[in-house]
Each structure stands twice: as C-alpha cells, then as structure tokens.
C-alpha cells in the first residue's frame, strides 16, 4: 500500500480491515481467514467459498446495499462503471 497521505486506502471498521473510499463506493477486504461462509459474486454468480480472499462493497450511505464479491470480479465492474460515467459526461459537454 502506497504511503501517500491522499491514498483512498485505510485500515477501519470492526474488526479492523482496510478499506477503500473513492468515487462513491465503500470497499472493504475479507482476509481468508475472516471468511467463513459461502457468499455468491453478483459479478460472476459463482459461489464465494470460505477461506478465500474477496471483497465487500456497498454505495456510499447505503450499507444495506453490500455484496461479496471476488476481487477481479468488482474490478472488472467498477471499470465498466467509471467507463459509463466518463460517456455520460462527455455527452453533456
């Protein structure tokens, strides 16, 4: 993890994790060891089986809204998702 100050990274929560907050999303790790029931990946719809590594990610104010997710899954999701941002603004300019 980079040491700059303005990094989006930070370790928070309960039990302490690192998250990250960043263009209205919040982003927490699940270490292998803290996972230990099987979720299923809105990205892929696979199962998410426990001891493996993934990510929790919810929108900004709505914790209800969190889903498990595995790590290249929501990064391939967030791509597309700043990708139809980046069209939605270059329309209105």
Do not use: N
Not at 9 to 21: S, T, V
């Amino acid at each position: 993890m980079p040491s700059d100050e303005r990094s989006p990274w930070r370790f928070r929560g309960e039990p302490l994790a690192l998250e990250w907050e960043a263009d209205g999303w919040h982003l927490r790790v699940v270490q292998p060891y803290r996972a230990l029931k099987v979720y299923r990946c809105p990205g892929c719809d696979q199962e998410i089986l426990p001891r493996t590594m993934h990510v929790v990610v919810w929108p900004e104010g709505s914790p209800q809204q969190r889903r498990h997710w595995h790590r290249p899954c929501w990064e391939r999701h967030f791509t597309e998702l700043r990708r139809g941002g980046e069209r939605g603004r270059r329309r209105r300019a």
